[in-house]
């Protein structure tokens, strides 16, 4: 039968790799123009596929703003096909939050020049989370077409079903071959004559369900092809058995659609590294920049938004477009390459830049914001110190927080909304008098404030009464009482609360006793360093590898305690080898200063730790971190974006076909993998999870799959290498490229916490604690003194707000996604999912507000239907297994 081959024009820009933004930029000016000059021609060059990202749009258009117009009526010409997404994301590390605005954003760009393609285009994300099926079918999507993560003993065709881990289906399309195999079409008449005779396009064709296939024509920054038509008509001739003609990828999906094809099923996610490599240790490159992807992204939808949108109710302004430029900046480092850190060092540079930006705008709009409500709350009394706390989660909490305060004097009593003495604890403290005091700012020098004597810059540990959900409460300072724990060193080496009792070994690990189910954990904590013979795109131990453990070490233990927090802080200087060298000959001439601090707070269920190294000597090598749950398993639970998902603690299938051909693999199918807030190992009678607040990397290790180790972090000196472990073969980006930063000598720091439970994963309602867990109440501390360098000086506001504010509660088992402002009507957005593990689930949100309305919408906020409202109640039924719901409430 005779194949239509779909022709389709593109380009794959990498808006960073190997050069930087400003680089592409420039030829995206360049090339683009010239894209728009060929489709203006009328010589046949009929389309041209902009790489799904609108944000090249923006990018261009800064430059070139006289070319608005021509853009516009090219896309409604249907020449110029633009959209989803705004730029290129990744799927595996990046937050459901950030993937659904990344595409939400970009759809809103394209609407301003007409329509954007409606497909799920991702040609070159290393893997496809199993979350997209219903984020694609929310906005609208039902086909998505990609490259990565597929392989021919998954499926026979090249189309298939997807059925995501909720249960929604959309029509995969792959490109085995790359985005990039039509690219390079030979002009030499004899060439020209076998090309299409050759690899790839022999094999992956005739893996197609029908009789369209797709030729894409175009790679990385590729400019347009002017005389591709005629090469187009040549071909024609040359291959009597093919009917190639320009097309799009909507046309292709649809001509295949049209013939109705019989297709298989895949389900989940999309990681297999057959054909095409995924480079499934990804997570944990350029450590320190992946610990700040996650910490922004936690504070942006579960701080940041929650609280503009508390402000929004209490009325003041929802400023829109910083949100939306905070937003573009992670996104722009949300892009496959830049997430992956698979990039050259000045890249990397420009990547950190871009956090530092959205962290210092989010922080100080927090700040300005927490200040605005702050001073606007009325006390019954004049007083010259408020602490005002903020819970952007959506229950009432009561609980120890730790926070960075300036104090008048090192005794005094914190005082709740009804009278209460809060017990606080300081943990460290400063002089700042200077600093603080003689460089004031005021609008009315008449005006008598407090001034005082001394300040301190103090961070301390407090224990909150009840903080109201979704809202704030604001406590007083008495500066004639005292409500102080003093923090004292304990000779003991065991230390408890209402949940756990924790013993410190002698070689540093830990002995931790859950109350609650009973059950002793021991050795936990235990630090594990190795080589590291990979590359900026994969982690690969060295073929001669030596591990070493912190219990060959003997620690420096420090026990602190006090009635509101406890601590024990292990301290090792481990010698390591300075290079894989060494590690071959099993050389250790290198001292690591290495410390793990644990610390335990009043009543609650979760232990924090702090992992803090002085990496400055160390070359390739990684750190983990084993917590043994003495839990045999055969799966590993962890979230995904928006829900529970299990993987195998080894792909038993894969690596029996990986040993038995290697050379057909392009990648080791290991089961390191990453989650968004949590991995647990459980039985019927109890459990144990992980909650890293950096680097979110796991592997489940030991004889019986019964331990979790998570990367703390790991260092390399190149972008590409050839020839490794777990990847073997050429190199991925490019060998030439040191990366000497990517060595990380500094002092890191990584924070983790670790939950230990009774009973079964869904009976500990594990997603809500790992949310709470990355929501901590934030303080606010407002005093006329700190109207210095600390804070710019405000004039005086109304105070007209009460001493506490609830914007909602929600009672059940469904975790809270976000709240924020919609996007185009003047109310707010909810979203929650299931976070329980094959299990229905139900919820009850109570207003504190007065409700108009409340609608179930998808991700574009669209209308699906209305819900009723009952005593400013809505309720939510049967929400099953990884499902997330969106709502509108006005």
């Known amino acids: 039968m005779k194949k239509t081959v779909h022709v389709v024009p593109h380009s794959h820009w990498d808006r960073e790799w190997y050069f930087t933004t400003s680089r592409s930029k420039v030829y995206l000016m360049h090339n683009l123009k010239k894209v728009l000059e060929q489709l203006e021609k009328g010589t046949g060059y009929d389309s041209f596929i ?34 989803p997404w705004y730029t290129q994301t990744d799927q595996l590390v990046i937050s459901g939050e950030s993937i659904v605005r990344n595409m939400q954003y970009g ?25 997209m099926p219903q984020i694609y079918q929310q906005f609208g999507i039902e086909d998505t077409l990609f490259w990565r993560g597929v392989s021919d003993d998954d499926v026979e065709k090249t189309e298939f079903l997807w059925q995501g881990e909720d249960g929604s289906t959309v029509t995969a399309f792959q490109i085995p071959g790359g985005y990039y195999i039509g690219g390079a079409i030979p002009e030499e008449p004899t060439a020209l004559a076998e090309f299409l005779h050759e690899e790839p396009f022999k094999t992956i064709w005739s893996r197609s369900s029908t009789a369209q296939v797709y030729f894409p024509n175009g790679f990385d920054q590729a400019p347009v092809r002017e005389n591709l038509p005629e090469l187009v008509e040549q071909m024609n001739q040359l291959y009597p058995e093919y009917d190639l003609h320009f097309s799009t990828i909507e046309k292709y999906i649809q001509a295949i659609k049209d013939q109705q094809p019989q ?18 240790t990804i997570f944990s490159s350029r450590s320190d920049l992946k610990a700040m992807n996650t910490q922004i992204q936690h504070y942006l939808t579960n701080i940041m938004e929650p609280l503009l949108t508390i402000a929004m109710q209490l009325g003041f302004e929802y ?15 949300a892009a496959h390459d830049s997430i992956g850190s698979c990039v050259s060092d000045t890249t990397n540079e420009d990547v950190y830049m871009r956090y530092k930006q959205a962290r210092d705008i989010s922080m100080n709009l ?39 305060v300036y104090l008048p004097q090192k005794e005094f009593a914190v005082i709740d909304e009804v009278g209460n003495q809060l017990p606080y604890t300081i943990l460290e403290m400063i002089d700042q008098t200077d600093y603080v005091l003689n460089q004031g700012n005021t609008m009315n020098p008449t005006k008598e404030q407090y001034r005082p004597e001394k300040i301190y810059k103090a961070k301390i540990a407090l224990e909150a009464s009840m903080v109201p959900s979704l809202g704030y409460t604001q406590l007083t300072i008495d500066l004639k009482g005292n409500s102080q724990q003093v923090l004292a060193e304990s000779k003991q080496r065991t230390i408890e609360n209402e949940h756990y009792k924790i013993t410190v070994n002698q070689n540093g690990s830990f002995d931790i006793l859950d109350k609650t189910s009973l059950v002793t954990y021991k050795e936990q904590g235990i630090i594990e360093e190795n080589g590291d013979d990979g590359d900026s795109f994969n982690y690969s131990p060295p073929i001669k590898d030596w591990v070493i453990t912190s219990t060959d070490f003997e620690p420096t233990i420090e026990v602190q305690e006090s009635e509101v927090i406890k601590t024990i802080k292990c301290t090792f200087v481990m010698r390591v080898p300075a290079n894989l060298e060494e590690r071959a000959a099993k050389k250790a001439t290198t001292e690591l200063p290495i410390s793990l601090r644990l610390s335990l707070k009043k009543k609650s269920p979760i232990i924090d730790f702090t992992l ?21 398993s055969k799966f590993s639970t962890a979230d995904q974006q928006f829900g529970t998902i299990q993987r195998p603690v080894i ?11 290697k050379a057909d693999w392009n990648e080791q199918p290991i089961a390191i993998e990453t989650c968004q807030t949590f991995v647990s190992l459980f039985d019927d009678q109890h459990g144990v999870a992980l909650i890293p607040k950096g680097v979110r990397e796991y592997e489940i290790v030991g004889k019986d799959y019964d331990t979790i180790r998570l990367t703390i972090f790991r260092t390399y000196g190149f972008m590409g290498k050839e020839d490794l472990m777990y990847r073997p073969g050429r190199a991925s980006g490019e060998s030439v490229i040191a990366t000497p930063a990517a060595q990380l000598h500094q002092s890191l720091s990584f924070d983790f916490s670790v939950y230990y439970y009774a009973g079964h994963f869904n009976q500990s309602d594990i997603a809500n604690v790992a949310k709470q867990a990355v929501t901590p109440l934030q303080l606010y501390q407002y005093a006329e003194f700190l109207n210095t360098r600390l804070i710019f000086t405000l004039g005086d506001e109304p105070q007209i707000l009460p001493t506490s504010f609830s914007l909602a509660e929600v009672t059940g088992d469904l975790t809270l996604s976000v709240v924020k402002k919609a996007e185009d009507r003047e109310g707010y957005i909810l979203r929650l999912y299931n976070g329980h593990l094959k299990e229905e689930v139900k919820a009850a949100i109570y207003f504190n507000h007065s409700v108009k309305k409340v609608e179930k919408v998808t991700l574009k906020e669209e209308r699906i239907e209305d819900l009723t409202v009952t005593n400013n109640t809505i309720y939510l039924e049967n929400i099953t297994h990884a499902k997330f719901v969106t709502l509108y409430v006005e």
């Open 366 to 404: 927090m700040e300005l914001t927490m200040r605005q409500i702050a001073t606007a709350i009325k006390q019954p009394k004049d007083t010259p110190i408020t602490f005002t706390l903020f819970n952007l989660y959506d229950h009432q909490r009561a609980e120890v927080l730790e926070a960075e």
């Open 319 to 333: 400023p829109t477009e910083t949100v939306k430029e905070i937003w573009k900046l992670m996104f722009e480092n």
């Open 612 to 632: 803090a190294v002085d990496n400055l000597a160390v070359n390739s090598h990684r750190v983990c971190v084993l917590f043994d749950t003495a839990i045999p």
């Open 50 to 83: 902009l790489d799904g990202q609108a944000s090249l749009l923006d990018d261009y258009l800064k430059w070139r703003p006289q070319d608005k117009d021509r853009i516009k009526e090219l896309v409604q010409q249907g020449k110029l096909v633009i959209g």
């Open 263 to 280: 297709l298989e099923k895949l389900t989940g996610e999309l990681i297999n590294g057959k054909l095409m490599r995924i480079h499934k």
């Open 107 to 131: 759809m809103e760009i394209c609407k301003e020049f007409g329509d954007y393609m409606n497909v799920g285009y991702v040609p070159d994300s290393f893997g496809q989370a199993a979350s």
């Open 651 to 661: 792909f038993e299938k894969e690596m029996a076909l990986w040993e038995a051909n």
